[in-house]
């Protein structure tokens, strides 16, 4: 059968390296429309983008998923994929993403705890925020009765309609956990795919750590109450 239509939806920003290097190595002939959201990445890098012809929107302080799911960026294609270019994720992984997504399913999601994915630390300190994550993935699988094996992580592809109709209100890492309870909550079709992450140095931040789960568990138990009225 045909393709649908797929649209990659790139955020660039100060931790972008090598804006050159990313675009050779996404798969660009897979999707019919980019959007990149500049979140403070250098003037150079975002000249060198609208240079190849591709779209490039200024966040300003606000939020790309919300933008897409909100609608305020009007997107007409079928199947929306989501990459963060700060050299935590391999573009590599792009493809594998969307062709999972094209044979069925509602949500793919890059997972970091299956076998054959992984967390690697560049400074090999204490894994704080791994075990964070898996607790509330955890912790979101008992309460809705899920199974999905990374609830946070923010690379993934998903159907355009699924995500407009999730009722999405938070920002951030917290929208993307906040979409991953939609989905067990709604019984998507959700497949999960090992990737290998690259820590950086900042990511094991132990106050940063605390605020954001902090913010989870607020996300969890606001979204368990709404369970209860649904």
């Keep these: 059968r045909a393709r649908e239509g797929a649209c990659l939806i790139v955020t660039i920003s100060s931790k972008t390296a090598d804006v050159s290097q990313l675009l050779q ?12 959201f500049d979140d403070g990445a250098k003037d150079d890098a975002v000249r060198f983008i ?7 929107i200024p966040l300003k302080g606000q939020d790309a998923l919300h933008l897409v799911q909100s609608e305020q960026v009007a997107i007409e294609q079928v199947n929306l994929l989501f990459f963060t270019a700060d050299g935590r994720y391999d573009p590599d992984d792009i493809s594998r993403l969307l062709l999972t997504l094209e044979r069925g399913k509602d949500m793919v999601i890059a997972s ?3 076998s054959g994915g992984a967390r690697h630390d560049r400074n090999q ?4 925020r791994s075990m964070g994550n898996r607790g509330f993935t955890l912790l979101a699988n008992i309460l809705f009765y899920g199974n999905i ?10 159907r355009k309609q699924r995500l407009v109709e999730a009722k999405l209100d938070e920002n951030d890492l917290m929208g993307f956990y906040q979409l991953s309870l939609s989905a067990i909550k709604r019984n998507w079709k959700v497949a999960d795919l090992p990737v290998v992450e690259l820590m950086n140095s900042g990511l094991n931040n132990r106050g940063k750590i605390v605020f954001d789960g902090l913010r989870l568990i607020r996300v969890l138990f606001k979204e368990w109450w709404r369970s209860r009225f649904d």
């Design 112 to 114: 970091r705890f299956l």
């Design 25 to 36: 190595k996404i798969p660009i002939n897979l999707f019919d429309r980019i959007i990149v």
């Design 149 to 158: 094996s990374d609830t946070l992580c923010t690379l993934r592809a998903i």
């Design 125 to 128: 300190r204490v894994r704080y």
């Design 50 to 56: 609208r240079d190849q012809g591709i779209e490039v």
